[in-house]
């Protein structure tokens, strides 16, 4: 059945995918709603997807791979790592938290996007949305191979 430390890593992957989904998602609803007439039906559409993929989507999956992440730190230093909490200050580590730090600011930077699109108050061009769309993905590359070649351990 594997151990809670399999477990734990295979919860937090999966959290983590579902965030990524929304993260990504999110920014490519935005490129449809700009055009939607304001007022009309697809507006009203674009208002419900967005706020639904926010609520359902990426709050609950940016606190379970938080809650998960931060687990993993706990249970690392505790039972699997022999120089304890000190592999938070690996490189790769602390390469990996500087993804999280970057991803939570990208996470509240779309939810306040979003009350602005649910405002009829964006101010951001299709070209800002479709370009930093790429943003999250670069960051969880950087991460995944972070956490599995361990560089300058
Ligand atoms: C939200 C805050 C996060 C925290 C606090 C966190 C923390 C951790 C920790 C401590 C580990 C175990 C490292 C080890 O000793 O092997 C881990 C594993 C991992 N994390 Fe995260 N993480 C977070 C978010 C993410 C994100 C956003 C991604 C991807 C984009 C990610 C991808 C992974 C992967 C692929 C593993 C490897 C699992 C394995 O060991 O097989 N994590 N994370």
């Known amino acids: 059945m594997g151990t809670v430390y399999d477990w734990l890593r295979g919860l937090h992957i999966l959290a983590v995918i579902a965030w990524m989904a929304g993260l990504l998602m999110l920014p490519r609803v935005f490129v449809y709603h700009m055009s939607a007439e304001p007022g009309s039906r697809m507006d009203q559409v674009f208002k419900d997807a967005e706020r639904r993929i926010f609520s359902i ?41 500087a993804g999280v730090v970057f991803l939570l600011g990208w996470h509240h930077f779309l939810g306040r996007s979003r009350k602005r699109f649910a405002a009829d108050a964006n101010t951001r061009s299709e070209k800002f949305w479709r370009l930093t769309n790429e943003l999250p993905f670069i960051a969880a590359i950087v991460m995944v191979l972070a956490v599995t070649t361990e560089f300058g351990n």
């Open 57 to 97: 989507i990426l709050n609950p999956a940016m606190i379970l791979s938080l809650v998960l992440g931060l687990t993993l730190i706990w249970y690392d230093a505790t039972y699997m790592r022999p120089e304890g909490w000190g592999f938070l200050k690996k490189p790769w580590m602390i390469t990996k938290l």
